[in-house]
């Protein structure tokens, strides 16, 4: 992290127009920190610092930017400076940005490069948002297993591993690749460097590898990543050829952006690509006045319920004093099963076949949980309204608490089934539920133990 | 993944006792997966699986079974094969492992092992549960920038990652120690074979470098790993002497922790080392009965404040039917506001020092919120009780919405400068406080419209 003192170096030199000081400031602060800072400046601002960096350190720092900020600044820069800066970025944060920019602006850029890059920034970009494809990188080093006949060895291996070396993102992985391109199997570097030069590299390389298809979406790439322990998984397409590779700090930024996300979901609130420090109003707004309102339209079920009733509460007023603990009751025990399932499904520790397992143990601890809160209730029902009170609120209190329980289990099922992310099933949206049905629950047996 | 094929044919040489395809089956199949599979064995099968793996595949698989599936198999084990896998498990996992085992066990296994593997056990084993400390690995590589006076080349640099690499977790960071054992800077590997071989050590290694200190936490040592794209993060003690390293993968898993953790705070569910899967019934419940029970005596204010305005009620039964629809919505707003800054302080997103900021935007989002749901909401109000009722539930539900987004923004900030954890800013929680509030302020504004 930068700090304080680092922190008010750079602004002052910024504000004095301090060009030895800025140059002399950048060298000691990481590219991720230097990117941090010039999220929070103006364009203009970020434009100077980013002068003084040299290119690669330009293109490093520019690639740890937000897409926004990127688009932003490009708009800026001369067609020129933002071409070279294209050659220099990492691959996958390229073809990021080149899907952001407007039609013009792309030709311009793609006149301005080898065909190489060309190609590579076309191929990248074209791949769904979202999709393995999306995030993955062309800066690996390959080794073809034998050429013209010849096996290839470690000595040879070797030499290419140091001539790629400079353009790779990873060097620790190696894939070797057969006649037709397609993956025939990895080495590591740890492998290589321990193996005699004169060994061929299909003897000790690994066949049984873990890869992935450029079409799979993002997440499983980084649940194999994590799983496997992976520096990188391999991308391949309908045909077995190697097309790219994923890296494990993408997978860990992937899997922060999908924890966020169903964080976010769990709360209604919509997905987005800008993150909460820097999101406008508008961003904030539509994210979350969807589900809001559809919220209200379910909750007026809950309050048609209760009209429903009215001649009932008016003869016991005393039950509306219960009506927001109970219902309230149901919807927390609710969100609390449905969070645990959906969090269990995004992490593969349960799946869609255990539903009926994990139902029944629901059911057994949603009991002890419904009866421990009825007994803490129960006390008061009495002393607010005599024994009848006491009984109708202990027996809400426990078959809410099951019923919502099990709705909150059940429904990120059922959304899997639709087809739907079963992260929907947000607490608010169980709560909802719970509600309703805590209503009609409540003044069910109301009805009957009051014999209204 | 195991495929079916695979699962039908364990389980067939597993109930048929036929070691030959056993040992012949478990070659095809990754250690995290055969561990996977193991934990849904009983013991029984476990250990029989365990005992057909050679010892260093062995102690591979049992290190990714969880502590509570690792403890069970230990107690069946003698302490001759319990004392062998602790000599090939990782450092850290071992350490992991000892804590859990009774202390008699402990002190068997001590006396059985190495001096060295003695020491490495005891130290890593001593740092508290939630430290970086906790979850360091001493499986790494370091070089000492000179001896006697001597500088240490590249050549020799490298032939000591090669005697070393047998061992280590990962030889691709090189870690350069001064004479007092200090870490002095950093190699990769990728540097290492890229110099020329009589260059000394400290000529081209790496001095700006991220380290933590082991008593930090481990989230914050996920936090440096994921933000600076580190595949290992050495780990100093307070003398800046070098004491372990955390790697990326272990980083990830925090990571995951970490989010799971905080999501299940988010829905008022307590934290757990077992996976939701495997959890007991005893686990689920203690987990979620405390904060539903208080939850309930929260919501009993809500019931008070409502018991408060009996009278009205009873002249107004209408007000009932919105009572719901708006206490629900105040909740539903405060939530989406609570998680996005709780995670946005877990992310780094944002931090403690913007609430200010954030207070001014949210006013305005939720202004815009609060204003379309009253606009939502206005029509049935005047269809089920006239233009005062009308007005009594846009009003409400306007500021509501404001009242309830303002405090689930600001309660995260409240907890951590009462040095909590932010997440217990639970949906529920949030939800309860605005209920409350919610009830007051409706009654309040019918108070004064319907002139009772």
Same mark, same amino acid.
């Not at 400031?25 to 960096?53: C, M, N």
């Not at 350190?57 to 933002?82: I, P, S, W, Y």
């Not at 290419?160 to 057969?178: C, D, G, K, M, S």
């Given at each position: 992290?930068?700090?304080?003192?680092?922190?008010?170096?750079?602004?002052?030199?910024?504000?004095?127009?301090?060009?030895?000081?800025?140059?002399?400031?950048?060298?000691?602060?990481?590219?991720?920190?230097?990117?941090?800072?010039?999220?929070?400046?103006?364009?203009?601002?970020?434009?100077?610092?980013?002068?003084?960096?040299?290119?690669?350190?330009?293109?490093?720092?520019?690639?740890?930017?937000?897409?926004?900020?990127?688009?932003?600044?490009?708009?800026?820069?001369?067609?020129?400076?933002?071409?070279?800066?294209?050659?220099?970025?990492?691959?996958?944060?390229?073809?990021?940005?080149?899907?952001?920019?407007?039609?013009?602006?792309?030709?311009?850029?793609?006149?301005?490069?080898?065909?190489?890059?060309?190609?590579?920034?076309?191929?990248?970009?074209?791949?769904?948002?979202?999709?393995?494809?999306?995030?993955?990188?062309?800066?690996?080093?390959?080794?073809?297993?034998?050429?013209?006949?010849?096996?290839?060895?470690?000595?040879?291996?070797?030499?290419?591993?140091?001539?790629?070396?400079?353009?790779?993102?990873?060097?620790?992985?190696?894939?070797?690749?057969?006649?037709?391109?397609?993956?025939?199997?990895?080495?590591?570097?740890?492998?290589?460097?321990?193996?005699?030069?004169?060994?061929?590299?299909?003897?000790?390389?690994?066949?049984?590898?873990?890869?992935?298809?450029?079409?799979?979406?993002?997440?499983? =790439? *980084?649940? #194999?990543?994590? %799983?496997?322990?992976?520096?990188?998984?391999?991308? $391949?397409? +309908?045909?077995?050829? &190697?097309?790219?590779?994923?890296?494990?700090?993408?997978?860990?930024?992937?899997?922060?952006?999908?924890?966020?996300?169903?964080?976010?979901?769990?709360?209604?609130?919509?997905?987005?690509?800008?993150?909460?420090?820097?999101?406008?109003?508008?961003?904030?707004?539509?994210?979350?006045?969807?589900?809001?309102?559809?919220?209200?339209?379910?909750?007026?079920?809950?309050?048609?319920?209760?009209?429903?009733?009215?001649?009932?509460?008016?003869?016991?007023?005393?039950?509306?004093?219960?009506?927001?603990?109970?219902?309230?009751?149901?919807?927390?025990?609710?969100?609390? =099963? *449905?969070? #645990?399932?959906? %969090?269990?499904?995004?992490?593969?520790?349960?799946? $869609?076949? +255990?539903?009926?397992? &994990?139902?029944?143990?629901?059911?057994?601890?949603?009991?002890?949980?419904?009866?421990?809160?009825?007994?803490?209730?129960?006390?008061?029902?009495?002393?607010?309204?005599?024994?009848?009170?006491?009984?109708?609120?202990?027996?809400?209190?426990?078959?809410?608490?099951?019923?919502?329980?099990?709705?909150?289990?059940?429904?990120?099922?059922?959304?899997?089934?639709?087809?739907?992310?079963?992260?929907?099933?947000?607490?608010?949206?169980?709560?909802?539920?719970?509600?309703?049905?805590?209503?009609?629950?409540?003044?069910?047996?109301?009805?009957?133990?009051?014999?209204?």
């Amino acid at each position: 992290m930068i700090n304080d003192e680092q922190l008010a170096s750079l602004n002052k030199a910024i504000v004095e127009d301090d060009t030895l000081a800025l140059e002399y400031l950048v060298l000691d602060i990481k590219p991720v920190d230097l990117a941090g800072f010039i999220r929070y400046q103006t364009t203009q601002a970020g434009l100077k610092l980013l002068t003084y960096l040299p290119l690669e350190e330009r293109a490093d720092v520019f690639g740890h930017l937000n897409v926004v900020t990127q688009c932003e600044l490009a708009e800026k820069m001369t067609e020129e400076g933002l071409s070279q800066l294209f050659v220099h970025m990492n691959s996958d944060e390229r073809a990021d940005l080149f899907n952001e920019l407007a039609e013009e602006k792309r030709q311009s850029i793609l006149r301005r490069l080898a065909k190489e890059e060309r190609e590579d920034i076309r191929r990248l970009a074209s791949f769904e948002e979202g999709t393995t494809g999306s995030i993955m990188s062309s800066d690996y080093v390959t080794v073809v297993a034998e050429t013209n006949g010849v096996k290839t060895n470690i000595a040879q291996a070797l030499e290419r591993v140091r001539h790629t070396a400079p353009n790779a993102e990873t060097i620790y992985q190696v894939y070797i690749l057969n006649a037709d391109q397609q993956l025939a199997g990895v080495l590591s570097l740890r492998q290589l460097i321990l193996a005699k030069p004169e060994a061929t590299v299909d003897q000790i390389m690994t066949t049984e590898l873990v890869s992935i298809n450029a079409a799979e979406p993002q997440e499983e =790439a *980084s649940r #194999l990543i994590s %799983r496997y322990d992976l520096l990188a998984l391999p991308v $391949i397409d +309908d045909n077995q050829r &190697l097309i790219g590779i994923v890296t494990y700090d993408d997978a860990m930024d992937v899997a922060e952006a999908e924890a966020t996300e169903d964080m976010h979901k769990g709360a209604s609130i919509g997905p987005s690509d800008e993150g909460f420090g820097q999101a406008t109003i508008r961003n904030l707004y539509s994210r979350r006045v969807n589900w809001l309102v559809l919220l209200v339209f379910a909750n007026i079920l809950s309050g048609a319920g209760i009209a429903f009733y009215e001649e009932m509460i008016e003869a016991y007023v005393v039950l509306v004093f219960f009506l927001p603990l109970l219902v309230a009751s149901g919807g927390n025990a609710g969100s609390q =099963a *449905s969070t #645990l399932m959906i %969090r269990g499904l995004a992490t593969g520790d349960v799946g $869609i076949k +255990d539903w009926g397992k &994990l139902l029944v143990r629901e059911l057994i601890v949603a009991s002890f949980l419904g009866l421990t809160m009825a007994l803490a209730i129960v006390g008061i029902g009495f002393w607010r309204g005599g024994i009848e009170i006491a009984q109708v609120v202990a027996y809400s209190m426990f078959i809410i608490v099951i019923v919502g329980s099990l709705i909150g289990l059940s429904l990120p099922f059922v959304l899997v089934k639709l087809g739907w992310d079963p992260a929907t099933a947000s607490g608010p949206l169980v709560t909802s539920i719970a509600d309703i049905i805590g209503v009609l629950i409540y003044f069910a047996i109301a009805t009957s133990i009051l014999a209204f």
